[in-house]
């Protein structure tokens, strides 16, 4: 069975500070990995993809994703945060396959806490 | 607004009572998921649905727990005799799979939850 783990439980940074928070998966076959941001009493929402090719994926507001296959990791990143990037964030993998070939569960890490301080 | 749809948004009940959620995806999804939510955890997958069938289900989902999707499209979650530890966030999320793509790329879409407590 799949796992992911993030390392980061709570991360405060200031303004402008640089950002990388950590994401490993245990599965041994192909995955499509994913970062979701939960704004504060928002819902779910998708920040960024990767299912194959490049693996340095972009998403919104600037934030960016290395899917590295050797490490099993896909750390999110992003060069200066601002305030609005205060929210948690989720890595999530999806390697369920059904009879029809498309990926089905997905699973869930922890989160991480992201506060950013003006 | 065209997103994920979930009702009601909070639930209060007490311990023994029965609960049902609602949950309505996106249109023209015909995959539905359910998930759920406890504090400090991220969301954990429970069950989910290709059109009417329920092609899935995990082992959190306890013999109290019964989801449908009748038409294929709207679905519900119901909870006989709530216990205590049933208190969390119920996540619906809803995706397009497309049979046959080959890519495997199936992009879950969530709605903003019903929480549940149960005293």
């Known amino acids: 069975a799949q796992s992911v783990s993030q390392h980061n439980h709570h991360v405060i940074l200031s303004e402008a500070a640089s950002l990388e928070l950590g994401c490993n998966y245990s599965?041994?076959?192909?995955?499509?990995l994913f970062w979701y941001v939960q704004y504060p009493g928002q819902h779910l929402q998708l920040l960024l993809k990767?299912?194959?090719?490049?693996?340095l994926v972009k998403g919104i507001k600037g934030f960016e994703a290395e899917f590295i296959k050797s490490k099993f990791s896909f750390n999110l990143r992003k060069p200066s945060v601002q305030w609005s990037d205060t929210a948690e964030y989720f890595c999530?993998?999806?390697?369920?396959?059904?009879?029809?070939?498309?990926?089905?569960?997905?699973?869930f890490g922890t989160g991480t806490r992201l506060q950013v301080t003006l | 607004d065209t997103g994920v749809s979930q009702d009601p948004r909070h639930k209060i009940t007490k311990r023994g009572q029965n609960v049902t959620f609602r949950c309505d995806p996106i249109?023209?999804?015909?995959?539905l998921y359910w998930y759920r939510q406890t504090l400090g955890q991220g969301p954990e997958f429970l069950t989910y649905?290709?059109?009417?069938?329920?092609?899935?289900k995990s082992r959190l989902l306890s013999d109290r727990f019964s989801a449908e999707r009748p038409k294929g499209s709207f679905s519900t979650l119901e909870i006989q005799r709530t216990e205590q530890g049933d208190s969390a966030m119920y996540l619906c999320?809803?995706?397009?799979?497309?049979?046959?793509?080959?890519?495997?790329?199936?992009?879950?879409?969530f709605g903003a939850g019903t929480r549940l407590s149960v005293l």
């Open positions: 999320a809803s995706s397009l799979a497309l049979r046959g793509s080959g890519s495997g790329e199936n992009i879950q879409y």
């Open positions: 599965y041994g076959g192909t995955v499509n």
């Open positions: 990767y299912f194959s090719g490049d693996p």
């Open positions: 999530a993998v999806n390697a369920g396959w059904t009879w029809a070939g498309t990926a089905s569960k997905l699973t």
């Open positions: 249109s023209e999804h015909n995959r």
């Open positions: 649905f290709q059109n009417e069938a329920q092609l899935e």
